[in-house]
């Protein structure tokens, strides 16, 4: 045993003694990084759909620890357990400014899900400036249509009436969801029944990102969408299309070409008919990319890899937050010349009336 110890240890000195290549020890660990990767992308597949996320997100968590970004939840937004919601915020966010809300709403067929797996929204989009709400719904069989978007509704006017206290800017609202999710935002952006019944303005809803989504999928195919949706009638009233207008809020809709989940069409079909309106839509197609990938390429590490997503996600954001402080700064302006104008008439008015009080002008009829 001693003989094996001590050849060992000499193995070792050796090896130490030994040159380093340069960029050997950066090539080992991204070996290790890549093969993580891939037992954590089996792991994902292979595992039971609700408890995958669980991991996905535990694997994130593994990657982003070193981000300091404040969880809060999970926050009732109604009395029913699975109406809950967890909010993400940077620590570093300023104090003295509100950011903006991105509130995700998370798939699962409508029958499954818990928004407590998709903390790695959180943690990706917080510390780029925003304020991240991760909301669940009920599911089936009690979340059968609406109710799915009866509850994305309340939690939007819980987050409208309540996200300035977590840092959160509620005049700026931009809505995400993955595949049944992404169905949620998308009919809160277009039908607008669910907002109003909530009690919410039209304007309440800033943007909208549905990833992998259906919107157009009669017949019903599915045993999911059978029991979600199956007793509607008339049926065409739960599809988004249905709903397609000129001053629906901007809409991006992506999917992968390997999508055969939802099938990649719900998208060119919404996007053609928000087309023909005239509305401000965008559609992204991304090539090898399946149903799952699209979200699990939000979590690290697997952005790393494959960054197409997140990018797309980002650059439609800013670009909304920079749109909506072009209006705020355009609609300060006009109220400034309201009220100037305001000002001014008033003191013509208040002038005319010493002139007349002084003789200098005389009333009308004289």
């Known amino acids: ?5 001590a050849s060992w240890k000499r193995w070792v000195r050796d090896l130490e003694k030994k040159p380093k290549e340069p960029g050997g020890c950066c090539l080992f660990q991204m070996i290790f990084v890549l093969a993580l990767t891939i037992l954590a992308y089996n792991l994902y597949h292979w595992l ?14 593994a990657f982003t620890f070193y981000k300091d970004v404040e969880e809060r939840g999970p926050i009732a937004y109604g009395k029913d357990e699975a109406q809950k919601l967890y909010i993400y915020r940077s620590a570093d966010a300023p104090e003295d400014s509100a950011q903006p809300v991105l509130l995700f709403i998370h798939g699962g ?3 499954d899900g818990d928004p407590a797996a998709y903390g790695f929204v959180g943690r990706n989009f917080a510390p780029k400036g925003f304020v991240v709400v991760d909301v ?9 249509y609406p109710a799915m978007l009866t509850d994305s509704a309340a939690a939007l006017k819980w987050a409208s009436q309540n996200i300035g206290k977590y840092g959160g800017d509620p005049d700026r609202i931009y809505l995400m969801g993955h595949s049944a999710g992404a169905y949620n935002v998308v009919m809160l952006g277009l039908d607008r029944r669910w907002t109003r019944r909530a009690g919410l303005p039209d304007d309440t809803i800033d943007a909208v990102i549905g990833l992998a989504g259906p919107y157009d999928f009669l017949p019903l195919d599915t045993e999911n969408a059978k029991d979600a949706f199956g007793k509607v009638r008339p049926l065409a009233a739960t599809q988004p299309i249905r709903f397609a207008r000129k001053d629906a809020p901007p809409m991006l809709l992506m999917t992968g070409d390997k999508d055969e989940t939802v099938e990649p069409e719900n998208a060119q079909t919404l996007f053609n008919a928000l ?8 559609h992204v197609v991304f090539r090898g990319m399946d149903h799952s990938q699209i979200l699990m390429t939000l979590a690290q590490p697997f952005e790393y890899f494959d960054p197409r997503t997140q990018t797309q996600v980002l650059e439609f954001l800013r670009e909304q937050v920079k749109q909506s402080a072009r209006e705020r700064i355009r609609a300060q302006r006009q109220a400034r010349e309201l009220q100037a104008t305001g000002e001014d008439a008033r003191a013509d008015a208040a002038a005319a009336q010493g002139a007349q009080a002084s003789g200098d002008i005389q009333p009308a009829g004289r």
């Open 1 to 5: 045993m001693g003989k094996h110890r």
């Open 48 to 61: 039971w759909p609700d408890l995958r996320h669980h991991v996905l997100d535990k694997t994130d968590l």
């Open 109 to 111: 067929g409508w029958h």
């Open 136 to 144: 669940g719904y009920r599911l089936l069989p009690e979340g059968k």
């Open 275 to 282: 087309g023909a309106k005239g509305a401000d839509a965008r």
